[in-house]
């Protein structure tokens, strides 16, 4: 998966929470999955333990940084489920991937306001 665009994304906030599910994809029409949501205190994104999830969650490191936790693989598990009809054509089941920032260097306003600008055309 060559560097990928957000093909479409939902976005849910509270006082708490914000999360954002969305699709990327690249040009050789690889369709990746993905989940973020940001707490105050971390931020998690999570999705599919595949090539195409690999390569989502580099850029997602290159984008945000080092994680303090992750890349991790765990067994089971979904992703995708609020973008419509394109989730409805991918497998989002099965091992996902997550990357987990916190700690002193987590700052939740920029986190999500760097999100919002990955992810700018897509929201």
């Not at 929470?17 to 993905?34: H, I, L, N, R, T």
């Not at 994104?45 to 195409?52: D, K, L």
């Not at 999500?112 to 992810?119: A, C, H």
Request: aromatic share 8%; net charge negative.
């Amino acid at each position: 998966m060559s560097e990928a665009r957000c093909l479409k994304a939902s976005e849910r906030s509270s006082r708490i929470q914000y999360m954002v599910e969305g699709v990327f994809g690249d040009e050789e029409g690889m369709k990746v999955p993905f989940y973020v949501m940001v707490l105050p205190h971390h931020a998690s994104y999570q999705t599919v333990a595949n090539r195409g999830g690999e390569k989502l969650t580099e850029q997602f490191i290159r984008v945000f940084g080092t994680p303090t936790d992750g890349p991790t693989v765990v067994k089971g598990g979904s992703c995708g489920g609020e973008v419509g009809g394109l989730a409805g054509e991918l497998d989002v089941h099965g091992a996902m991937m997550s990357l987990l920032w916190d700690g002193d260097r987590f700052d939740r306003g920029q986190f999500i306001e760097t999100l919002k600008k990955f992810l700018k055309g897509c929201l």
